[in-house]
């Protein structure tokens, strides 16, 4: 994303250093905004997870902005710690905010599970959109994609 700025901003510097005829002009302008389209494409489909905050006490973790991960997943947030519950195979509870998780887990594997959520339970398998909603029919789970609105099985077993 920074890359692309600077891609933009060398452009639009050499404007003003150099004479260019309307035709490069528009050449240039259109160069210009092919590149932010291509950045604005890459951003929406590039889901952003929040920095995963932990805390340990004891035997105990804390995931200190749990309620953080729903709110972006667009998930329900006791779905969303089932799952984190089931994969570690260990208790969890939720406590306000945070979620507590029997054992000492690393900041990285909360990460990972969240990197395989999206890719299980969010992203659209037709055109890999993270904007979805899980639509339950007869006991199965479906993924329908809001983007394209493509409706596909739920890769993910917690939904
Ligand atoms: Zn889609």
Same mark, same amino acid.
């Given at each position: 994303?920074?890359?692309g700025?600077?891609?933009?901003?060398?452009?639009?510097?050499?404007?003003?250093?150099?004479l260019?005829?309307? @035709?490069? =002009?528009?050449?240039? *302008?259109?160069?210009?905004?092919?590149?932010?389209? !291509?950045?604005?494409?890459?951003?929406?489909?590039?889901?952003?997870?929040?920095?995963? !905050?932990v805390?340990w006490e004891?035997?105990?973790?804390? *995931?200190?902005?749990?309620?953080?991960?729903?709110?972006?997943?667009?998930?329900?947030?006791? &779905?969303? *710690?089932?799952?984190?519950?089931?994969?570690?195979?260990?208790?969890?509870? +939720?406590?306000?905010?945070? @979620?507590?998780?029997?054992?000492?887990?690393?900041?990285?594997?909360?990460? +990972?599970?969240?990197?395989?959520?999206?890719? !299980?339970?969010l992203?659209?398998?037709?055109?890999?959109?993270?904007?979805?909603k899980?639509?339950?029919?007869?006991?199965?789970?479906?993924?329908?994609?809001? @983007?394209?609105?493509? &409706?596909s099985? *739920?890769?993910?077993k =917690? @939904?």
């Amino acid at each position: 994303m920074g890359f692309g700025f600077l891609n933009v901003t060398h452009i639009g510097s050499s404007l003003c250093c150099f004479l260019v005829t309307k @035709a490069e =002009y528009e050449n240039l *302008l259109k160069r210009i905004q092919d590149k932010l389209g !291509d950045t604005d494409k890459e951003s929406s489909t590039r889901f952003e997870l929040p920095v995963v !905050d932990v805390m340990w006490e004891g035997q105990k973790t804390f *995931l200190r902005n749990f309620s953080e991960f729903p709110k972006v997943l667009r998930r329900d947030p006791d &779905k969303v *710690l089932q799952y984190l519950s089931k994969e570690f195979a260990v208790p969890a509870e +939720r406590l306000g905010d945070k @979620a507590m998780f029997i054992g000492r887990r690393a900041p990285d594997d909360f990460t +990972r599970l969240f990197q395989i959520y999206v890719k !299980d339970y969010l992203e659209c398998t037709t055109c890999k959109s993270p904007d979805t909603k899980i639509l339950k029919e007869n006991r199965i789970s479906f993924l329908i994609c809001e @983007a394209c609105g493509a &409706k596909s099985t *739920l890769k993910g077993k =917690y @939904a």
